[in-house]
């Protein structure tokens, strides 16, 4: 089995870990708008919009060229005893969050739900976003992340996005910090 790990991006300045971008060209990475502002007299002239300038991440289709970017999510197959990382295509939806491309990993339309608090009913400063299939088969990861306990066995694959706020306008890279709040919805909530 391939090693996997949660790609990070760092902040151009500091190099501090970060999930914000210059929303221009969404090449690099900034941790804070100050951090932006303060690069912005050099990256100014090497920034150029998504729109105007394909490179190795855009789409192109018959009448335009459209940005795709990618973000980690954990994967539950429903055939091996453990979760795993894996790369989720995202495609613009038109100044919405962006749409997931979910296939292979789960067929036809999936259903999903999105998880806002936690066991104890705080609310989640980056909600998870549930992706499942509804195949009949149980779920061995999520039998092994709940040990067994659940109520009702879940069925199917399930992928699992992170919003990147409570206004789940954008995904962020999930961890495995996020592993408890999945145990725990699939031990009570389901």
Known sequence: MEARTVLSRHCAVCDRETSLWCSRCQAVWYCSQEHNTQAWPEHRLQ??????????????????IR?????QAIFLPM??????????NLRPSGGACPVPMLEPYCKGSP????????????????????????????NRAVQRITTGLAEKPFLGNVVVLKYNGTRRADYMDPTTHDLPTLSAYFLYCQ
């Open 47 to 64: 920034c150029r919009s998504v729109a105007t300038v394909p490179n190795s991440d855009t789409i192109a289709t018959s009448t335009h």
């Open 67 to 71: 940005w795709q970017r990618s973000v």
């Open 79 to 88: 055939d091996e005893d453990h979760p795993r990382m894996i790369t989720v």
């Open 111 to 138: 259903n999903s739900i999105v998880l806002q608090r936690a066991l104890n009913e705080d609310l989640l400063r980056f909600p998870l976003h549930l992706f499942y299939d509804s195949e009949r088969h149980v």
